[in-house]
């Protein structure tokens, strides 16, 4: 069945890096564009990276742009987020999923917690 398995946050400074990791399966993940998406509690889910099934076409949300780097390995199926520069704002649930897909949409990891605090 599809999975995704978010891995890599934890509780750093502000100025410090995270590297997180998503593990997918049950889809053919080098055929769908990717995305790193974080949520607040009350508040909606964002979106905040993206990249096609080449790694191409990144995106970034404009909060981001220029501290995160949104990568990904084929042959692991796995989708990389490395945050550098972290800022407390950056605190939220993050999870990652196929945003062209509907389909994949409805499946949800448990994401991985990042709490920027000195």
């Known amino acids: 069945q599809v999975q995704f398995v978010e891995s890599g946050g934890g509780l750093v400074q502000p100025g410090g890096s995270l590297r997180l990791s998503c593990a997918t399966s049950?889809?053919?993940?080098?055929?769908?564009?990717m995305a790193w998406y974080r949520q607040v509690p009350g508040k909606q889910r964002e979106i905040v990276a993206s990249l096609n099934p080449r790694g191409a076409n990144i995106g970034y949300v404009s909060s981001v742009k220029g501290r995160f780097t949104i990568s990904r390995d084929n042959a692991r199926n796995t989708v990389y987020l490395q945050m550098d520069s972290l800022k407390p704002e950056d605190t939220a649930v993050y999870y990652c999923?196929?945003?062209?897909?509907?389909?994949?949409?409805?499946?949800w990891g448990q994401g991985t917690r990042v709490t920027v605090s000195s």
């Open positions: 999923n196929a945003p062209l897909n509907p389909p994949l949409l409805n499946y």
């Open positions: 049950g889809f053919d993940f080098s055929t769908v564009a």
